[in-house]
C-alpha cells in the first residue's frame, strides 16, 4: 500500500502558486520524498525529491516538515500546461521501490 | 536523444493470448521497471530488474514474466494467466538501482493494451 495520503483534487488560479500538501507520517529516516506529475496518457515525470532539506529547482520547491511526516510541493506560478495528476511518494528502504499512490489531480483555472 | 521507448502504443489481443510489450532504453541505465496503471488509479509495480540477467516480482506479478538478456532491453510479457490484462502499462528506467539515493526514474510513454 501507498505510505502516502494526498487530497484527491485541487483548484488552482493560472499564475499563483499551487500548494500541493502530503502526509506520510510513516516515514523512515533514511527514506526519500519524491513527486512526479502525469499528464493525462503519457509516462510520470519527474519533479523533484528531497530527504530532510527544502529543496528547489526550475520547476518546483519542496517543503519538508521538521519531523518529516509531511511535505508540500509548491509550484510557484502556476500556468495550465501544470494540470495534471501530482504523485508524491516515499521511496521504500531498502529495496528503494516507488510506491504510487492515486495523487492530487490539480486544475489550474484561467 | 536519450530515453526510453516503449511498444506498440496501443495494442489489442484476444483472450487466451500471451502478449510481449517492448520497453528499450539508450539511458545507460542499471535498472529498469514495469508498472501497470488502471483508469483513475496510481501505478502499480509488476517487476523491476536491477542488472542484467536477474529481475525480481514487484506487487502484482502474477500472469506476467519478464527478461533481463541487454541492460537497454527490459521486455513484459503478458500471459493468460493475467485475470484482467485490460491496462496502461508503463516502463521505466533508473541511473542506479532501487536501493541508489538518486534513483530518479525515467518513463517511456506507456503501452495500452486491451483485451477483447
Redesign the interface.
Known amino acids: 500500500d501507498?505510505k502516502t495520503t494526498q487530497p484527491p483534487s485541487m483548484d488552482c488560479a493560472e499564475g499563483r502558486a499551487a500548494n500541493l500538501p502530503c502526509n506520510h507520517s510513516t516515514i523512515s529516516g533514511n527514506e526519500?520524498v519524491?513527486w512526479?506529475r502525469q499528464i493525462h496518457?503519457?509516462?510520470?515525470?519527474?519533479i523533484i525529491?528531497g530527504l530532510k532539506n527544502n529543496e528547489t529547482n526550475e520547476m518546483a520547491s519542496l517543503i519538508i516538515t521538521e519531523d518529516r511526516k509531511s511535505s508540500t510541493l509548491i509550484l510557484p506560478h502556476a500556468t495550465l500546461r501544470d494540470t495534471a495528476v501530482y504523485?508524491c511518494i516515499v521511496?521504500v528502504?531498502?529495496?528503494?521501490?516507488?510506491?504510487?499512490?492515486?495523487?492530487t489531480t490539480l486544475q489550474v483555472k484561467p | 536523444d536519450g530515453g526510453?521507448t516503449q511498444s506498440p502504443k496501443y495494442l489489442f489481443r484476444k483472450e487466451g493470448q500471451n502478449v510481449t510489450l517492448s520497453c528499450e532504453q539508450n539511458l545507460n541505465h542499471d535498472a529498469m521497471y514495469w508498472?501497470r496503471q488502471d483508469p483513475?488509479?496510481?501505478?502499480?509495480?509488476i517487476y523491476?530488474s536491477q542488472i542484467v540477467n536477474d529481475f525480481q516480482k514487484?506487487?502484482i506479478a502474477e500472469g506476467y514474466s519478464v527478461s533481463r538478456e541487454k541492460k537497454e532491453s527490459f521486455p513484459l510479457t503478458v500471459t493468460s494467466a493475467q485475470k484482467n490484462p485490460t491496462a496502461?502499462y508503463?516502463c521505466?528506467s533508473s541511473h542506479r538501482?532501487?536501493?541508489?539515493?538518486t534513483?530518479?526514474?525515467?518513463?517511456?510513454?506507456?503501452s495500452?493494451l486491451t483485451v477483447l
Do not use: C, M, V, W
Open positions: 501507498a526519500y519524491y512526479y496518457s503519457q509516462g510520470p515525470q519527474y525529491h504523485y521511496r528502504a531498502p529495496t528503494g521501490k516507488l510506491i504510487f499512490g492515486q495523487g | 526510453i508498472y483513475g488509479q496510481g501505478l502499480r509495480l523491476y514487484g506487487d496502461f508503463l521505466a538501482g532501487l536501493a541508489g539515493n534513483g530518479e526514474l525515467f518513463f517511456g510513454e506507456g495500452r
